[in-house]
């Protein structure tokens, strides 16, 4: 697309406009192998409901519905533009009710569902996004049923330094530091997964690359700051 390492990170963060639009297209597919992973980690059962946290313009719902029998599912996204692309996408299933789109204007404000909501969620490449990431994961954590399960699919440091556009407003992290992190919030670690799949660079360069999926389970009690 030619631009700017700032203006691809801009977009990866909340991907607007035309632009943006061909970005949520490129982000669903380039992303297919760690969003599809991501849910198969998650043991997703009949009547779960799925909330995904970063869901894109919604291309994968089809899939995620047919993952077993009654599912639910719940999208939220920072980006207006996403969202309505999803919900375009995917109307009929809007209309049967089994799933819905949620614009999060303020991530400030937290999610914007009672707690005990979900059974199951996922959040791929998005933790780079969260100022606060203690705050973030608490709220995903009160969202979620006692022993509801979180999957976290995201690429480390190491390899995401290497990438120019990723000095714009990018929190890298590493696995062990998210696991840290959830635990203080009251997550416990059943497995992490290391994995890698045949990327294409912004440059249209052929990469490994390297990502984790983190698949926590919300404890009893959530652990008090010091």
Same mark, same amino acid.
């Given at each position: 697309?030619?631009?700017?390492?700032? &203006?691809?990170?801009? #977009?990866?963060?909340?991907?607007?406009? &035309?632009?943006?639009?061909?970005?949520?297209?490129?982000?669903?597919?380039?992303?297919?192998?760690?969003?599809?992973?991501?849910?198969? #980690?998650?043991?997703?059962?009949?009547?779960?409901?799925?909330?995904?946290?970063?869901?894109?313009?919604?291309?994968?719902?089809?899939?995620?519905? *047919?993952?077993?029998?009654?599912?639910?599912?719940?999208?939220? %996204?920072?980006?207006?533009?996403?969202?309505?692309?999803?919900?375009?996408?995917?109307?009929?299933?809007?209309?049967?009710?089994?799933?819905?789109?949620?614009?999060? %204007?303020?991530? /400030?404000?937290? @999610?914007?569902?009672?707690?005990?909501?979900?059974?199951?969620?996922?959040?791929?490449? /998005?933790?780079?996004? #969260?100022?606060?990431?203690?705050?973030?994961?608490? &709220?995903?954590?009160?969202?979620?049923?006692? *022993?509801?399960?979180?999957? @976290? /699919?995201?690429?480390?440091?190491?390899?995401?330094?290497?990438?120019?556009? /990723?000095?714009?407003?990018?929190?890298? =992290?590493?696995?062990? %530091? =998210?696991? *840290?992190?959830?635990?203080?919030?009251?997550?416990?670690?059943?497995?992490? =997964?290391?994995?890698?799949?045949?990327?294409? *660079?912004?440059?249209? %360069?052929?990469?490994?690359?390297?990502?984790?999926?983190?698949?926590?389970?919300?404890?009893? &009690?959530?652990?008090?700051?010091?």
């Amino acid at each position: 697309m030619g631009m700017e390492a700032e &203006e691809v990170a801009a #977009q990866l963060r909340c991907p607007h406009g &035309e632009i943006g639009k061909q970005f949520g297209q490129v982000m669903n597919l380039r992303n297919l192998t760690m969003i599809v992973e991501a849910l198969a #980690q998650l043991d997703i059962h009949d009547g779960s409901r799925v909330l995904e946290v970063g869901c894109g313009n919604g291309g994968l719902l089809g899939h995620i519905l *047919s993952l077993a029998k009654g599912v639910r599912y719940a999208g939220v %996204e920072i980006s207006a533009d996403m969202v309505e692309a999803a919900q375009a996408f995917n109307a009929p299933f809007l209309a049967a009710g089994l799933a819905e789109y949620v614009l999060l %204007e303020d991530a /400030t404000e937290g @999610l914007p569902f009672p707690e005990d909501s979900f059974d199951r969620a996922l959040s791929v490449n /998005t933790v780079y996004f #969260q100022e606060d990431l203690g705050c973030w994961l608490g &709220e995903m954590r009160r969202v979620l049923v006692p *022993s509801g399960r979180l999957c @976290l /699919t995201f690429a480390e440091r190491a390899f995401m330094r290497s990438l120019a556009f /990723t000095r714009d407003g990018f929190h890298l =992290v590493d696995g062990d %530091e =998210v696991v *840290s992190v959830a635990g203080a919030q009251g997550w416990t670690l059943l497995r992490r =997964v290391d994995r890698q799949d045949l990327a294409v *660079s912004k440059d249209g %360069e052929l990469v490994e690359r390297p990502f984790v999926h983190l698949v926590l389970e919300k404890g009893d &009690e959530r652990i008090p700051p010091n």
